[in-house]
Structure formats: C-alpha cells, structure tokens
C-alpha cells in the first residue's frame, strides 16, 4: 500500500507540475502578445522598414496557432501596404523606405503593381527607397526595381524563370491505385480537371496558358523596364547563362555589370548605407534607426470622414457555409453584407473580387447578396484585384460596372464536377459491394461501387444547365448574347487587358478608382467618402495568436539566398500545390467554377498537415 500511495502522490505531483507549466508558458505568451503590440508613441525618426517575410494578398488568412513549431508565414494585406507607404510619403519622421526582400513569397502580379505605383510615389515625394536581398526572385525584383537603390549580397544572384512551368498530372497514379475519376464538365478549356484525367496538358489548355502567360511575361518586362530602364534585364530573361558565364559563373557580378543592382555588400554594409541617410543607433554599429511597419501602420488609421461606401471582399476559394478571412464563405460573405446595408450607412458599394473561383452554389450565393444593394437602389461597382475567374467572375456578373487591372486574371466562365470512386481500389484487396435499390439513384453516387448511367447523365446535365446559366449571368451583365459569351467562354482565361477588348472587363483601374466611381454613381464628391470594409473582425483570440506569431517571426531564419537554392525552393512548391489539389478533390464542392492556371500565379500557399494525397482520396468513402 505505501508503494501505492508513493506512486499516486508521484503521478499527483507530475500533474500539478504539468498544470503550473502550462499556466506559466499562458501568461508568459499572453504577456509576449501583449508586449508585441504596436506602440505608436515610440515612432521616432528613422526609416520605415517593410520587412516581408511573407506574401502580399487581398485579404490575410486567420492566424492558427501551429503545435509542431512551424508557424505559418505572414501574409500582409495589400491596402495596408499600400496605405503605410503613402503615409511614409508625407510623414517627416520617415527619412527613407527599405525594403527587406529576402524572405518575400511574393502576390499577384495586380497586387504588386499596386505596391511598386506607391513606392514610385515616395520617390517623387524626394524620400529614397532602398531595397535589400541575398537574391532576387521574379516577385521580389518587380518590387526592387522599384527602388532608388538595390542592394544585393555578394554571394547571392538574381535569376528570373518568368509564369509557367510544369504541374503534375495524377491519371498515372489513379490507373495504378484504381481510383476511377468521374469528370462532368463544359468548355474545352476548363483545364482544371485535366490532372484528373489526362497524364499531360491538352492542346487547348497549352494554346491557352501560353497567351495568358505571355501577357503575363509582358507585364512584367514592361514594368521593371518603366521603374528601371537601364537595367539590362533582357539577356536573362532570354540566354542567362551568356551574361553568368562571361563573370566567370559570378551570378552577382553579372547582375550587377547589367544594372540589375547598384551594390553589392553584406547587410551590415547595408545597414551603414541606410544610417547614413535615416540616422544611426548609437553605440550599436552597424545598425540604423528604424520605424516598425506595425506601429507606422497602426499611427496612421484609414479615414472615416465623410459618406460611406461599402467595400465587400470576395477573397480566396469561394465555399459552400461560412468560412475565415482569406476564404470566400457564401453565408459569411453574405451575412456581412446584409449587416452593412442594414445599417442604413451605406451610400453604394464596391464588391472587391481578389478569387480564383470554387463553389458554384456559394458564388451564387453571394451574387444574389448583391442584388440585394442593387434593390435598395445602392450603385454596385465590382473592383477586380490579382484575380477574379470562373466563380469570381459570376460573382461580378452582379455590378453595374467592373474595373480591373491590365494583369487581372479574369474569365474562366465554365463550371464542372469531379467524384472519384473507388470500386477498382477495393477489388484489388478483395472488396465488393452489392445490395438492393429500388431506384436508379439508391445509393447514388456509389463511392465503393461505382457510378450508374443514370447519375453520370444526371451530374452531365446539370453541369450542362449551369453552364448554360453562367452564360445566361454574363450576357445579361454584359449586353451580349448567351451565344456571344459561349464565343469567349469555354473556360477560357484572360489577362484583364484582353477581358477589356472582349467586353468582359469596362474600366482600367484599382480599388481607388471603384470607389470613386462609386461614389459619382452615388451623387458624392469622392474626396468626401471613405470606404468601410465589410467583414468580420478578428476576435481577441486571434488577434493573440496573430500578435505572438509576428513576434516569433522576428527572428526566423530567412529563405536561402543562393540564386540556385532560391530555384530550387520555388520548384518545391509544386508539391504543396499538388496537396492543395489533393484536398480541393477530396473535400471540395460537387459542382464547382474554379480557375486551374491562376494557381501558379499566386505564392504558394502553405497546406496543413501531412496527409498523404491516397489518404486524402480515401477520406472520400464517407460521403
């Protein structure tokens, strides 16, 4: 009995240790999430440093806290981007602009125009911008080119690959594990099935990658060209290896003998440039006087004087229910838009679309929550950010007129459905199925079992009359026939200047110019509005972890710098894409409109988990 009770007061003692452990580390992070607050009255002057490690989007993803220690990278929102460094412009603490590029995941090529129109404005303020990297990707460079100076470590180099490359096709694998792939689908460019169904890319899905990346490439070329035009850019875009091979495989020294950098120099060399223009730390060498982006972000808030214009963000993978900020929730979406025309407040509304597409039903969803501001006599003006495709796009069916940008991704109009079923799997491990049906659709769709004729023409006809619907959306949005759009639809995608020549986009523009329209529409001077964001806050908890993930990211160590290595990782993304479309099929929506090339567009996004992709397919025999 002593044995026991010693052995019961040992497992006591290890719980109460346990319970005071994690109590500490609580108040210890509460602490650290508090402390890691901007503090606005510390702004001192300096240079404001925009440290981006992370990627530039529409609208962030909700924090989550991650246990295995690998916390998720930063995604910076766009207008407030954009919004701190138009306020570093005019603010006299703010002595220059640095851009810390060495860990950017880089955005949409819209979003970071958007962000390099507003550094030129510094420097036609008289305020230096100076960028710095170990190496510069194509993302990071359109930023720097931006810049009055570039900076590069020795060691480092900037090679660019331009859109494109390959994805990976699962036909093989699904053959192989017999799973059969059921596709229901129209247009013959709605390619986002094809990894499904094909073990390479069709010729129509070839044909149309290759425009949308060409005026993609274009984009980019003419961009760097008007921010840099001296720089050389164009020996490595078309023979790299030339330039590199005549600096002795030196990339840095090729990159700076074309004028794609003006200096070569380790951080600390760095940090003594910046000091010489924005003041130096005393007694700590090496180092400069710096103004935090979150504390400069939170000392300058946006306006609210004037008359309000409603701006409804349709951000990330539209779903069926409700959803987090960085994914497009039908209901969520729409209950936030009731709520703001319920106020009373509203004067018109902007519909910002930054979205590659998804659930055909939420898109609708949405949709038909617009309509609702249009009832109510609101103007509607959709504002399409990096991308607005396939369920982006019916969603903007519901404005009175669209704005985009020349690089938008838009179109895409098509929809389709993909059911994997796994009769093939199971009889290679001996498992059948077999009953009873009184109907042709008892237990249909048959996971185990396999489809009937009855199911397939069913799924086929109502892609068919979703389509036809789609169709029906735009040539009444459009002034166009079902059969003019059909021309221009067939899933295919286009860059925003090419929608503009088709009719599918009015206006060139950002989001500034939509409210200003907006507000025309609405009869207001557009000096005399503000606009007033529709969504969901971030409650207290996420808002805690959010606060302690920043302050943990401080000291992260930073992407490799190497150009080779930089390469390399960019490829290595191609296996997150691989497990994003592993879980899109295994828990995405029947009928769905969705964007294929868009992906490879946008940073990779990094997944959860580690579940295998047949894991993931099995998750499926549950429905």
């Not at 930063?74 to 603010?91: G, M, Q, S």
């Not at 086929?460 to 166009?480: D, P, S």
């Not at 409210?515 to 509005?529: M, N, Q, S, W, Y």
Request: glycine residues 10%; contains cysteine; aromatic residues 8%.
């Amino acid at each position: 009995m002593k044995l026991l009770r010693g052995a019961w007061k040992l497992l006591v003692g290890i719980k109460d240790l346990m319970v005071l452990a994690l109590m500490l580390i609580f108040f210890g992070a509460l602490f650290a999430a508090l402390t890691a607050r901007p503090n606005t009255a510390s702004i001192k002057d300096g240079a404001l440093v925009l440290d981006l490690k992370g990627s530039i989007v529409e609208q962030p993803r909700a924090a989550e806290f991650a246990f295995d220690g690998q916390d998720q990278p930063r995604e910076f929102r766009l207008r407030d981007v954009v919004r701190a460094i138009d306020a570093a412009r005019d603010d006299a603490r703010v002595k220059a602009v640095v851009l810390d590029l060495d860990s950017f995941a880089g955005g949409m090529p819209a979003a970071l125009n958007d962000v390099g129109d507003a550094l030129d404005r510094v420097r036609k303020g008289g305020k230096p911008v100076l960028a710095y990297a170990s190496g510069y990707s194509d993302s990071a460079y359109r930023l720097a080119a931006h810049a009055s100076e570039i900076w590069m470590h020795p060691m480092g180099g900037a090679l660019f690959t331009g859109p494109g490359g390959s994805r990976l096709y699962y036909k093989g694998l699904f053959d192989k594990l017999g799973v059969n792939i059921h596709v229901y689908r129209v247009g013959k460019f709605k390619s986002f099935v094809e990894p499904y169904t094909r073990t390479d890319q069709s010729d129509e899905a070839r044909e149309n990658a290759q425009a949308l990346y060409g005026a993609i490439a274009a984009d980019w070329r003419e961009t760097v060209a008007k921010a840099r035009p001296k720089a050389q850019v164009a020996a490595f875009l078309t023979d790299p290896v030339t330039p590199v091979q005549a600096a002795g495989g030196d990339i840095a020294q090729a990159n700076l003998k074309a004028g794609l950098v003006d200096k070569l120099g380790d951080r600390t060399a760095f940090n003594k440039r910046v000091a010489q223009i924005a003041g130096a730390v005393p007694d700590k060498a090496g180092q400069f006087r710096t103004i935090a982006y979150d504390a400069f972000l939170a000392a300058h808030p946006p306006s609210t004087s004037g008359e309000a214009i409603g701006v409804l963000t349709v951000a990330g993978d539209i779903v069926d229910g409700k959803a987090p900020a960085g994914t497009a929730g039908g209901d969520t979406i729409a209950r936030a838009l009731a709520k703001g025309l319920d106020s009373g407040k509203l004067k018109a509304l902007v519909v910002r679309i930054d979205s590659p597409g998804g659930s055909a039903m939420a898109s609708e969803t949405i949709r038909l929550a617009i309509l609702e501001a249009k009832a109510r006599k609101l103007p509607v003006v959709v504002s399409m950010g990096g991308v607005a495709a396939s369920g982006g796009y019916w969603v903007a069916t519901a404005g009175d007129v669209i704005f985009a940008e020349p690089n938008t991704i838009t179109g895409s109009i098509g929809i389709f459905a993909v059911l994997p079923t796994f009769e093939k799997a199971l009889d290679k491990i001996g498992i059948t199925s077999d009953g009873v049906k009184t109907t042709p659709l008892s237990g249909q769709p048959d996971i185990a079992g396999g489809t009937n004729e009855a199911v397939d023409k069913l799924f086929q006809a109502g892609i068919e009359h979703g389509y036809r619907q789609f169709l029906e959306r735009v040539a009444q949005a459009r002034g166009k026939t079902p059969a003019q759009v059909d021309e221009i639809a067939q899933g295919r995608v286009w860059d925003g200047g090419s929608a503009r020549q088709i009719g599918l986009v009015d206006r060139f523009g950002g989001l500034d110019d939509a409210i200003a329209e907006a507000a025309r529409r609405a009869k207001l001077d557009p000096g005399a509005v503000y606009p007033r964001y529709l969504e969901k806050k971030p409650d207290w908890f996420a808002e805690f972890i959010a606060g302690l993930m920043q302050r943990s990211g401080d000291d992260d160590a930073t992407q490799p710098g190497d150009a080779y290595s930089r390469l390399a990782a960019e490829r290595r993304a191609i296996f997150a894409r691989a497990l994003g479309d592993a879980q899109r099929l295994a828990s995405g929506a029947a009928i769905q409109a969705r964007c294929l090339e868009c992906a490879s567009l946008a940073p990779a996004a990094p997944q959860g988990g580690d579940k295998s992709l047949m894991m993931l397919l099995l998750a499926r025999l549950d429905w």
